[in-house]
């Protein structure tokens, strides 16, 4: 079962039973109980569940981060939450490890406190009670909460120690929400002591980000705190009417509007004549790299100051990137650029955009008919191949049990090509490998899947105790340390990785690591060489039929 089928089985077990339990649901989906881990962990991530001791429960009962005898936040928490957690989702994108945010305390940014788990070193400043609880729980962040009145709600509203304190700070990012909003008023709210606070909060701050759902569009209340011009950045849901986005496009105000499975990006006060649209089909949201293309593709756009941009999740499914694609189709963009795992799908694709007379940018898996952007595949593996062999020669004298491949069957022949480059380099430094001993397992893409290949695979080799492993990307990387740890053999493998990513790097900081290497692909880089590639072609400049990332190979400490 594709992890997205599993993980949509998993709610509606969930909201069938209301309580889940790891090990029962692991054997009902004939599945490792530690995917069924990772499946919680991701679905608690995107607001869908909560994680309980062995297993999960329905968000609704409580949430992990809240006092549940704190009944009036506990009732503005759950009004349409659905919108809420759509907005905070997208929005945490925007801080990085190390900044300096300021957080009002309001429900929606709530949602997105808890989306921030993952950072870290931050520091961050807050009237919402709640919201300093939750991300206190992280040690490497500083929390400052402002002094003053403490509401039922929990709330801090405008006191001696709020204004001085704020006085003193230069602040990165300030995200707040509010009770209303219109073009017009701005942001406002009901209440006039909570209005001078949020006031300033975001004098404080270099740059305001507002996270207002569509139902708050159209109301405008006693206090205003923010004008729209003060205001970087907008995010809202998919429920906004197309009438407040085609006014918010005449201001100089970024815009995104946040659905479940997709994002729209509008660009504000473009200086070029002609205005383009871009969709972006992603690989998974559940996939580190793919993220960071993502997120990269997204600062590009921006920086260009012409272009809105469409996203959506192809979810490393085949069926779902054809959905995703008619939907792009019905949205009429200039270009898109398509980012999916399933080489047989590709002809279909491509025959949808050919009957809509729409350019593609193939990333990383090659398209007939599109202009390919991505990894020189070959060249890639070949460095974690020659890198493998030397440490092997070094290491284990140039012996070798086993050599593992994690691959991904569904990529194709070019993706396919990295193994082989792999392969190739490591039979260079080390000379050639008889073919009984390469074992070749399906990573699925997905650490989890990669885990549960090579845990079954270790246990079938019991007195193996120089095992290599050379692997489609950094999840099948981790995947098979990951099953390695479990079973007490790390010491008997050797991994190198493809991608460098963020996840990835931080393994190879650790003295010692099994993962000795990686062969970067900088994915964060990819968003300005996309836009400028794109931006040629909707020119009618001619662009060869591949452009190829650089590449180098990172060793572990």
């Known amino acids: 079962m594709a992890t997205h089928k599993r993980r949509q089985t998993i709610l509606t077990l969930l909201r069938q039973s209301g309580t889940l339990d790891v090990d029962d649901v692991a054997a009902r989906l004939d599945v490792s109980p530690n995917t069924i881990r990772n499946d919680f962990n991701a679905l608690a991530a995107e607001g869908q569940l909560r994680r309980v001791r062995g297993g999960a429960a329905l968000l609704e009962d409580s949430h992990p981060d ?25 929005a945490v994108d925007l801080v990085e490890d190390g900044d300096s945010i300021l957080l009002d305390a309001s429900s929606t ?19 919402g009670v709640e919201v300093g609880r939750g991300l206190a729980a992280n040690p490497s962040n500083t929390v400052l909460l402002l002094g003053g009145v403490l509401r039922a709600d929990g709330m ?9 304190l704020l006085q003193d700070l230069h602040i990165k990012l300030a995200f707040v929400s509010c009770a209303g909003f219109t073009p017009d008023a701005g942001l406002t709210e009901p209440d006039i002591r909570i209005a001078q606070l949020k006031s300033k909060m975001i004098a404080a701050a270099s740059t305001v980000v507002a996270l207002i759902d569509s139902t708050k569009f159209g109301k405008a209340y006693l206090a205003p705190f923010a004008r729209v011009d003060q205001v970087a950045h907008i995010f809202s849901d998919s429920g906004l009417a197309p009438t407040w986005i085609a006014q918010l496009q005449q201001t100089c105000v970024g815009l995104t509007v946040c659905a479940e499975n997709s994002v729209t990006a509008f660009t504000p006060c473009a200086q070029e004549a002609r205005h383009y649209v871009l969709g972006f089909a992603n690989l998974s949201e559940q996939v580190p790299f793919a993220v960071e293309v993502r997120r990269g593709l997204e600062r590009a756009v921006k920086e260009a100051g012409n272009l809105d941009l469409i996203v959506a999740d192809n979810q490393l499914d085949g069926d779902v990137a054809l ?10 963009p200039d270009l898109v650029i398509e ?24 990333v990383d898996i090659p398209m007939i008919g599109a202009t390919y952007f991505g990894a020189d595949n070959y060249r890639a593996g070949q460095m974690a191949g020659v890198a493998l062999g030397r440490w092997i020669q070094e290491q284990w004298g140039g012996s070798l049990d086993r050599l593992v491949a994690m691959e991904e069957p569904r990529a194709g022949a070019a993706p396919a090509s990295r193994i082989q480059g792999q392969l190739d380099g490591l039979e260079e430094v080390a000379g050639r490998l008889e ?27 019991p007195q193996a105790r120089r095992i290599a492993v050379v692997a489609f990307n950094d999840d099948s990387a981790l995947g098979a ?15 190198v990785g493809q991608g460098a990513d963020r996840s990835l790097r931080d393994e190879l900081g650790k003295p010692g690591s099994r993962i000795i290497g990686s062969t970067t692909y900088h994915p964060e880089q990819y968003g300005r060489q996309l836009i400028s590639l794109a931006l040629k072609i909707l020119r009618g400049e001619p662009v060869p039929p591949a452009v190829h990332i650089e590449h180098t190979f990172i060793f572990s400490k």
């Open 435 to 461: 073919p009984e001993r390469i074992i070749r397992l399906d990573c699925g893409n997905t650490c989890e899947m990669s885990e549960a290949a090579m845990a079954a695979t270790l246990a079938g080799l």
């Open 481 to 495: 340390l990951a099953a390695a740890r479990r079973l007490e053999r790390e010491q008997d493998v050797v991994i």
């Open 109 to 127: 940014v709530f949602y997105m406190a808890r989306f921030l788990a993952e950072h870290r070193d931050l520091t961050v400043v807050t009237n």
């Open 66 to 90: 809240l006092d549940l005898n704190n009944r009036a936040f506990l009732g503005r928490y759950a009004v349409n939450q659905a919108a809420k957690l759509q907005v905070a989702r997208w």
């Open 156 to 164: 801090l509203v405008t006191g001696l120690y709020s204004d001085q």
């Open 323 to 332: 959905a995703v694609a008619d939907r792009l189709i019905a949205a009429r």
């Open 339 to 362: 980012y999916q795992i399933e080489e047989r799908q590709n002809a279909v694709l491509m025959e949808k955009f050919r009957r809509a007379s729409i350019p593609v940018i193939a």
